[in-house]
């Protein structure tokens, strides 16, 4: 059996967590990330028969039967994933059709995984509907984003629109745009739900107040579709409260679709 701490997912997962940390995005126990693995990735370095404990989720994600996750853990802060992952990380399996998940490894004060596993359960069962390559559930509170949702109306094609317009790379990065979510309880299956019913449109779904969920078929990928989004909402707050001279216009956006063969979501461009 292999080191676990050599594995690629474990290397790039403790690298990702960090690098989300250093950018101002998981304050305190702020944030959660979850993996999808694959069983003969697994199987280098666990042994998939030897359960530590069994995790009840409180939801049913049938379609994620079998399927195990590397996953933080609830109350665990970023900063400290690099200095103790045993303690901060887990490596989860699902089973009784997502009711309950056998923990292969990590939580090892006793903890479990993020108190957002529902959402992010619920998540990868949608976006794996539309991506069957998605690998990755993301979520985090860049203060940009988060600032925007204050003083930018909600409406998904307005706060897509602004974030386009703010830098170019925007609309070739997510051209889908973003979805928006109302305040909501955080930690609930209710608004696990309503983010995997977002997550159906678009692989960013900002939650209002709070923060933004990413997917995407790896760490990178989706590090990037935040980083950008992020960027955007920071070019925004710096000159919301200016006259705006110039903008990216739609004709220019329509331009970029045919440079680098994107289509911006439907109804979204003029
Ligand atoms: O505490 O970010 O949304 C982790 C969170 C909850
Ligand atoms: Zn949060």
């Not at 403790?14 to 989300?20: C, G, H, L, Y």
């Not at 049938?62 to 590397?70: A, I, N, R, S, Y």
């Not at 949702?149 to 170019?168: G, I, K, N, S």
Request: proline share 4%; hydrophobic share 40%.
């Amino acid at each position: 059996m292999k080191d676990l701490m050599t594995a690629p997912f474990m290397i790039e997962m403790i690298r990702t967590v960090t690098n989300m940390y250093q950018h101002g995005w998981d304050e305190r126990n702020g944030g959660n990330v979850s993996l999808m693995l694959e069983d003969a990735e697994v199987a280098e370095y666990l042994d998939p028969g030897r359960v530590i404990r069994t995790l009840e989720t409180g939801f049913t994600a049938p379609e994620l039967e079998g399927k195990t996750f590397l996953v933080t853990g609830t109350g665990k802060y970023f900063k400290n994933v690099q200095y103790a992952p045993d303690f901060n990380l887990g490596i989860v399996r699902l089973r009784e059709a997502g009711r309950q998940a056998d923990l292969l490894w990590g939580f090892s004060d006793g903890g479990r995984f993020t108190s957002e596993f529902p959402a992010h359960m619920m998540s990868h069962v949608a976006r794996l509907k539309v991506d069957p390559d998605n690998r990755v559930v993301m979520h985090c509170h860049p203060a940009n984003l988060l600032a925007m949702t204050y003083v930018h109306e909600l409406d998904e094609r307005a706060f897509t629109r602004t974030l386009w317009q703010m830098c170019t790379e925007c609309i070739v990065v997510f051209p889908e745009g973003v979805n928006v979510l109302p305040w909501m309880l955080c930690g609930t299956n209710e608004i696990g739900e309503a983010t995997a019913e977002k997550m159906l449109t678009a692989r960013l779904v900002v939650w209002a107040q709070h923060g933004i969920y990413g997917a995407g078929k790896d760490l990178d990928e989706t590090f990037g579709l935040i980083e950008t989004a992020e960027k955007g909402a920071e070019i925004y707050m710096k000159i919301a409260h200016l006259p705006r001279l110039n903008t990216i216009t739609d004709t220019q956006m329509h331009l970029l679709e045919e440079r680098f063969g994107i289509k911006a979501r439907e109804g979204y461009l003029d």
